[in-house]
Structures are given as structure tokens and as C-alpha cells.
């Protein structure tokens, strides 16, 4: 997952440390993809304190060879699927302006679960310090209710 994230620009590489500790305490709420030439695709996350029907995607990574083919969208809906998530009912991430294929596969996903994708200011670019780093605006997809569409495949 961190040589994934590392081939994953612009996404923030964190300590290998930190990809061990979400497969120990977080693996409910974080899928990955394999094929034969290894891991091709990743998501992170978690459901915050507090807020059992949220779930916050923190990072996505869909290898370089498998884009573009409804990878990322399949997971985050795999993800949702999954037994112990029934209440679930928004997943919120935070994407910034310039990531098109992002947004594109958060307001696919919306669309595949027949709901809203909202956008409310977060985290504002000076947060992240003296760096060249973007903006990261918060995305709530949801609700899902009873437009859930549960085991349906990806079109
Ligand atoms: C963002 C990312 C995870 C998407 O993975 P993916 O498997 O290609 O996603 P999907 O195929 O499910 O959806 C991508 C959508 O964006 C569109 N897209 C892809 N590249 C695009 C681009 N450069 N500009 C605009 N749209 C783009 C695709 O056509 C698709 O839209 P559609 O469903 O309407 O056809 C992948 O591009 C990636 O790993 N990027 C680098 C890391 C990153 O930015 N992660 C997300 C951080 S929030």
C-alpha cells in the first residue's frame, strides 16, 4: 500500500508505519485490489468517533494501468456493501479543486447510489504550511437510505 501510494501523485505519502497500523485497526473499512502484477488499488479509512453513520475515505489510490475503469468506484462501493457497514449512511473525503479524476469518480459513485455529492470548505491551504499544498475542501456523499442498491454490480 505505501509503494502504491508512493506511484499515486499528488497523494500525500505517509510512514509505512501508518499503512500497518490501518491493516491492523482499520481493515473493515479499508479494501484493497490485487491481479497478477500485485496490488493495483487501494482505499483508506475509517468511521470517525462519534459518527456511526459516516464513512471518511482518506485515501484512494488506483494504479496507473487499471485507471479509468471504474476500479475506484467499485471499491468505495464494495467498501459500502460490506457486512457491519449497514450504517453507513454518507461517506465524506476531502478532494481538492484541481483533482478531476477524483471528483469524477466521487460524483460517479454518487450517481451510482442514486444521491447527493455536497461540497463545504475544510481545510483551507494554508493548514497544510509553508508547502505547495492545495486547498482540501470536504466532499458528503449521501444520504444513501433505501437508494442503496446492495450487491448491484458497477455498469
Ligand atoms: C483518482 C483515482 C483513484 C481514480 O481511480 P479510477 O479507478 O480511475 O476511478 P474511476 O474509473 O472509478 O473513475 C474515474 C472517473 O474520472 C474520469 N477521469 C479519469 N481521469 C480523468 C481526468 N484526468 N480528468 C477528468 N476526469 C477523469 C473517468 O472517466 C471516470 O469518470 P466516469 O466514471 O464518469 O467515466 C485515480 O486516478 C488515482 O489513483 N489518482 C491518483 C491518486 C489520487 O488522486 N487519489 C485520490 C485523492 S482524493
Sequence with gaps: MHRLVCD??????NSLYVYLLLCEHFSQTCIVSEDDHGLNGMVTGYVPPGRP??????????AARMRGQGLGRCMLLELCDR???????????TVSPGNRASRSMFAGLAQSLNTECA??????????????????PLLRIGPFGAHRQRGVPVD
Excluded at 499515486?8 to 505519502?13: E, G, H, M, N, W
Excluded at 453513520?53 to 488506483?62: G, N, P, R, S, Y
Excluded at 457486512?83 to 473525503?93: D, V
Excluded at 461540497?119 to 492545495?134: C, I, K, Q, S, T
Design 8 to 13: 499515486c501523485p499528488p497523494l500525500d505519502v
Design 83 to 93: 457486512t457491519g457497514m449497514e450504517a453507513i449512511q454518507y461517506i465524506e473525503t
Design 119 to 136: 461540497e463545504h470548505p475544510l481545510f483551507d491551504a494554508p493548514l497544510f504550511g509553508p508547502g505547495e499544498h492545495d486547498a482540501e
Design 53 to 62: 453513520d459516516v464513512l471518511f475515505v482518506w485515501q484512494v489510490a488506483v
